[in-house]
């Protein structure tokens, strides 16, 4: 399984994914669940997957090799629309469940996944969707800026706590970390490296990207100190009457 989170926020985007597929005492597969289609000046488009890994890679590969290797064919790299992606994404999840779905439910093998599609594309606002298992999609809102998929239960509270669409992306991101470092304290099936995207509004230009190891020093902070910070909230709270 894994954990992914997106956030569309006023000031821009925050994509962030584990890369853990498999999860065991003696069975710890890694891959990255993030990626990004880019073109400086013209677009940013970031997919995030959770699911049957097979499902998720084989959906982004037909894109891409239909944008290749078909003439004329639409892909992602030139869909005129953030919806026009999700569509594309969406079409590509029934195409290749309807190809594999039967194969796998004959071997016990689970064939759903999903997609967190995030993205600006020149000339329209910076948009966010997830992406069902059946094709079909939302978008997010000003009432609801962000979306998980995966193992989301653990990381949510705080979450719903703190994001707001008017939420800076550096306490964003912050906020993120936090999410990821509960949800792998308390699930097994998620778990480092965790892969965390920026993206300013309108810049249309990846410029913040960055890897995080279970040993990188800012995550052990990040980490030590919601802790503590957790631990002396606890401490203040007000005492009970029969205390």
């Not at 995030?48 to 998720?56: E, F, K, V, Y």
């Not at 996944?113 to 329209?124: C, K, L, P, Y």
């Not at 919601?226 to 910070?229: D, K, L, P």
């Given at each position: 399984?894994?954990?992914c989170i ?5 000031d ?15 069975h710890?597969?890694r891959a990255?669940?993030?990626?990004v ?10 997919t ?9 890679q084989?959906v982004?590969n ?8 078909e003439?004329?064919?639409l ?21 290749i ?9 004959d ?5 759903t ?12 606002a ?7 298992s059946?094709?079909?999609f ?34 964003a991101a912050?906020?993120t970390l ?8 308390s ?13 300013r509004?309108d ?5 913040i990207?960055?890897?995080f ?5 800012y ?6 100190s919601?802790?503590?910070?957790m ?9 009970p009457?029969?205390?």
């Open positions: 399984m894994t954990y997106g956030l569309n926020l006023d821009g985007l925050i994509l962030a994914s584990d890369s853990r597929t498999n999860a065991g005492v003696d710890v597969r990255g669940k993030m990626r289609f880019a073109q400086d000046g013209e677009r940013v488009v970031v995030l997957s959770a699911g049957n890994l097979s499902l998720t084989n982004l037909l894109l891409e090799h239909r944008s290749r290797h003439t004329g064919s892909g992602i790299l030139n869909a005129q629309s953030m919806f026009q992606v999700a569509q594309l994404v969406g079409d590509a999840m029934r195409e469940r309807s190809r594999d779905e039967a194969y796998l439910r071997s016990g093998i689970d064939p996944g999903s997609f967190i599609v995030g993205g600006q594309i020149r000339g329209e910076p948009r966010l969707f997830l992406v069902y059946e094709g079909n939302i978008e997010s809102s000003d009432e609801t800026p962000f979306f998980q998929t995966g193992e989301i239960k653990f990381g949510k509270p705080i979450l719903d706590r703190v994001i707001s669409s008017h939420t800076s992306l550096v306490e912050k906020c936090v999410s990821f470092d509960s949800t792998i304290r699930n097994l099936s998620v778990g480092t490296p965790i892969d965390l995207l920026v993206y509004r810049s249309l230009k990846v410029e990207q960055q890897r190891e279970d040993d990188d020093p995550l052990q902070a990040i980490r030590d919601w802790n503590t910070s631990r002396r909230a606890v401490e203040a709270l007000p005492l009457d029969w205390a």
